[in-house]
């Protein structure tokens, strides 16, 4: 058992202690010499009614004060089956301190910090020197307990990770504060299977898990299988990034179900970013249940400085009216790819606006919605291809693809199923964009813009007349009516056999009949004409044809 490894020390035995070559530079501890802890020999009761505050600080504060923890030894606050009552902040201002319990709330044997404080942080985790500088809180964790409230907070974190260095959260549950779990200054922070969530609702907004780089950045936080729930209700965001420095954020396997966004990436900077920033924030298959507003937001992420945002399989799945499954809001360089976006109501899968917005691109998604897979507005050079759009529970697309004020974009090998009113729109002020190799009937095509490339627009054959045709007139025009094409569109075409030798078309002194063809709003003409001083009556011919834009 691991209690076999307890070292049971009072405070005065710790002051006693001093660590093997004093401690050293701060480094990865490995392979460390556990010290096991009670908050008990503290004075702890863990019986949630007793406050076990100073206690468990206590137990904290003499390990600290005393030099035991460092890269060789490793200070382990081991916590019972227990529910411990607090009233005030826990605080670990120091490194390689681990709090470990013995399962969060729900489990067989749980470990519960519970806070009667509506105000404040649970557990602080804090230095004096960011992104593992000199006084940053290094090698710290939390694993195996639950962080609650009496009474939902009005301010303050749950876990508050401020200025600290390789913090790992393992199997931690944290509900009601503010922030549930918020990180700032901080280098290498680790949240496997970590749970946090709202019970109660709040008009205020809140998040679950929050990333501040206002002042200093976060380089290098990892999300592992973490969930967030906002249940209560409120304006709760699952993972909230935001700050002068977005980056190196890699989210694998991140679930958030309810609440308004689960995911939103947010820069407040004008000029440049902080010293430092660097990375790209990814997210991978990220598991967005029922947002009210978006399943991911990504709002100002446009300067040459800042990464790319890449968002890469999983799925939003929304029940609620106007829901968007991933907003891309005046940002560049955001990829979304492998996704499958379930929007009901109203829903839109890829909704992309904003000036500054360029560069996106939207691939491979598989999008179910009732409103607009892919809406582009006051934005372009985006790439969209290979998505799949159709409608979702039976109900009929509005539009597939619409683009308003959208220039210079690549829409390639997208595909409209199902019932749909429009696979692809453009409107008057959309121009210059290439879209082709798409699998849809043109008649579905809305192109009211300027210099659009839409590859083939429609073909086919038609067979020409074969009554006589008088001295120096032309035939009746042969009219093949397409809807939305334009005079200007591009039509080619050839005889479907070598006509040669068919009368009226031969090379004869006889035979002069000449075909001409023209493009005309919603229609392909051709049209017979006979230069001869005699009739002719014309052999059969059909010709094949094609129209491009």
């Given at each position: 058992?691991?209690?076999?490894?307890?070292?049971?020390?009072?405070?005065?035995?710790?002051?006693?202690?001093?660590?093997?070559?004093?401690?050293?530079?701060?480094?990865?501890?490995?392979?460390?010499?556990?010290?096991?802890?009670?908050?008990?020999?503290?004075?702890?009761?863990?019986?949630?009614?007793?406050?076990?505050?100073?206690?468990?600080?206590?137990?904290?504060?003499?390990?600290?004060?005393?030099?035991?923890?460092?890269?060789?030894?490793?200070?382990?606050?081991?916590?019972?089956?227990?529910?411990?009552?607090?009233?005030?902040?826990?605080?670990?201002?120091?490194?390689?301190?681990?709090?470990?319990?013995?399962?969060?709330?729900?489990?067989?044997?749980?470990?519960?910090?519970?806070?009667?404080?509506?105000?404040?942080?649970?557990?602080?985790?804090?230095?004096?020197?960011?992104?593992?500088?000199?006084?940053?809180?290094?090698?710290?964790?939390?694993?195996?307990?639950?962080?609650?409230?009496?009474?939902?907070?009005?301010?303050?974190?749950?876990?508050?990770?401020?200025?600290?260095?390789?913090?790992?959260?393992?199997?931690?549950?944290?509900?009601?504060?503010?922030?549930?779990?918020?990180?700032?200054?901080?280098?290498?922070?680790?949240?496997?299977?970590?749970?946090?969530?709202?019970?109660?609702?709040?008009?205020?907004?809140?998040?679950?898990?929050?990333?501040?780089?206002?002042?200093?950045?976060?380089?290098?936080?990892?999300?592992?299988?973490?969930?967030?729930?906002?249940?209560?209700?409120?304006?709760?965001?699952?993972?909230?990034?935001?700050?002068?420095?977005?980056?190196?954020?890699?989210?694998?396997?991140?679930?958030?179900?309810?609440?308004?966004?689960?995911?939103?990436?947010?820069?407040?900077?004008?000029?440049?970013?902080?010293?430092?920033?660097?990375?790209?924030?990814?997210?991978?298959?990220?598991?967005?249940?029922?947002?009210?507003?978006?399943?991911?937001?990504?709002?100002?992420?446009?300067?040459?400085?800042?990464?790319?945002?890449?968002?890469?399989?999983?799925?939003?799945?929304?029940?609620?009216?106007?829901?968007?499954?991933?907003?891309?809001?005046?940002?560049?360089?955001?990829?979304?790819?492998?996704?499958?976006?379930?929007?009901?109501?109203?829903?839109?899968?890829?909704?992309?606006?904003?000036?500054?917005?360029?560069?996106?691109?939207?691939?491979?998604?598989?999008?179910?919605?009732?409103?607009?897979?892919?809406?582009?507005?006051?934005?372009?050079?985006?790439?969209?291809?290979?998505?799949?759009?159709?409608?979702?529970?039976?109900n009929a697309v509005t539009t597939c693809f619409a683009f308003v004020n959208s220039s210079n974009n690549v829409v390639r090998s997208n595909s409209a199923s199902g019932t749909y009113t429009t696979a692809l729109s453009f409107d008057s002020s959309s121009g210059s964009n290439q879209a082709d190799g798409n699998n849809w009937a043109f008649s579905a095509v809305s192109d009211s813009g300027t210099g659009n490339t839409l590859g083939l627009l429609?073909?086919?054959?038609?067979?020409?007349?074969?009554?006589?045709?008088?001295?120096?007139?032309?035939?009746?025009?042969?009219?093949?009516?397409?809807?939305?094409?334009?005079?200007?569109?591009?039509?080619?075409?050839?005889?479907?056999?070598?006509?040669?030798?068919?009368?009226?078309?031969?090379?004869?002194?006889?035979?002069?009949?000449?075909?001409?063809?023209?493009?005309?709003?919603?229609?392909?003409?051709?049209?017979?004409?006979?230069?001869?001083?005699?009739?002719?009556?014309?052999?059969?011919?059909?010709?094949?044809?094609?129209?491009?834009?």
């Amino acid at each position: 058992m691991r209690f076999a490894l307890l070292v049971l020390m009072s405070g005065a035995a710790l002051a006693q202690y001093q660590p093997p070559g004093g401690g050293g530079t701060p480094g990865p501890p490995g392979p460390p010499s556990p010290y096991y802890i009670y908050p008990e020999t503290f004075g702890a009761v863990g019986d949630n009614s007793h406050d076990d505050t100073a206690a468990i600080n206590s137990a904290i504060a003499s390990a600290l004060s005393a030099g035991v923890c460092s890269n060789t030894i490793t200070c382990i606050i081991q916590f019972q089956a227990k529910t411990y009552k607090t009233t005030a902040t826990l605080t670990l201002a120091g490194s390689y301190v681990h709090l470990v319990g013995m399962g969060m709330s729900g489990g067989g044997g749980s470990t519960i910090i519970n806070s009667t404080a509506t105000t404040g942080d649970l557990l602080d985790i804090t230095g004096t020197g960011a992104n593992c500088a000199a006084g940053s809180a290094f090698w710290n964790s939390v694993e195996n307990m639950t962080f609650t409230r009496v009474t939902a907070a009005t301010a303050g974190h749950g876990i508050n990770i401020t200025d600290a260095c390789w913090t790992t959260l393992r199997e931690v549950q944290v509900t009601d504060s503010w922030s549930n779990i918020y990180v700032n200054g901080s280098a290498d922070t680790v949240f496997q299977d970590t749970q946090a969530s709202f019970t109660t609702s709040s008009a205020s907004t809140r998040s679950n898990y929050e990333l501040d780089s206002s002042s200093n950045p976060n380089n290098s936080t990892y999300f592992r299988r973490s969930a967030a729930d906002g249940s209560g209700g409120g304006a709760v965001t699952g993972l909230y990034i935001h700050g002068a420095c977005i980056a190196d954020v890699f989210a694998t396997d991140f679930s958030s179900s309810n609440g308004k966004y689960g995911v939103v990436i947010t820069s407040t900077y004008t000029s440049s970013p902080l010293s430092g920033c660097n990375g790209d924030v990814h997210l991978v298959n990220p598991i967005l249940d029922n947002p009210t507003t978006a399943g991911v937001q990504v709002n100002n992420v446009y300067s040459g400085g800042l990464p790319a945002v890449d968002i890469n399989g999983g799925y939003v799945n929304g029940g609620n009216s106007g829901e968007i499954g991933v907003d891309i809001e005046n940002s560049a360089g955001v990829n979304v790819r492998g996704m499958q976006l379930r929007l009901s109501t109203s829903g839109i899968g890829v909704k992309i606006a904003g000036s500054n917005s360029s560069a996106d691109v939207i691939q491979g998604n598989i999008l179910q919605v009732t409103a607009t897979g892919v809406s582009i507005n006051g934005s372009g050079s985006h790439v969209i291809i290979g998505n799949t759009c159709s409608g979702i529970s039976g109900n009929a697309v509005t539009t597939c693809f619409a683009f308003v004020n959208s220039s210079n974009n690549v829409v390639r090998s997208n595909s409209a199923s199902g019932t749909y009113t429009t696979a692809l729109s453009f409107d008057s002020s959309s121009g210059s964009n290439q879209a082709d190799g798409n699998n849809w009937a043109f008649s579905a095509v809305s192109d009211s813009g300027t210099g659009n490339t839409l590859g083939l627009l429609t073909s086919g054959s038609q067979a020409l007349g074969t009554s006589s045709i008088s001295a120096n007139t032309c035939a009746s025009t042969v009219t093949i009516s397409v809807s939305n094409l334009k005079a200007t569109d591009r039509l080619e075409w050839v005889p479907s056999a070598d006509i040669s030798g068919q009368t009226g078309y031969s090379y004869t002194s006889t035979d002069g009949l000449k075909i001409y063809s023209w493009m005309g709003t919603g229609s392909i003409n051709f049209h017979v004409c006979n230069g001869t001083g005699s009739p002719i009556t014309p052999g059969a011919v059909t010709l094949n044809y094609w129209a491009f834009r």
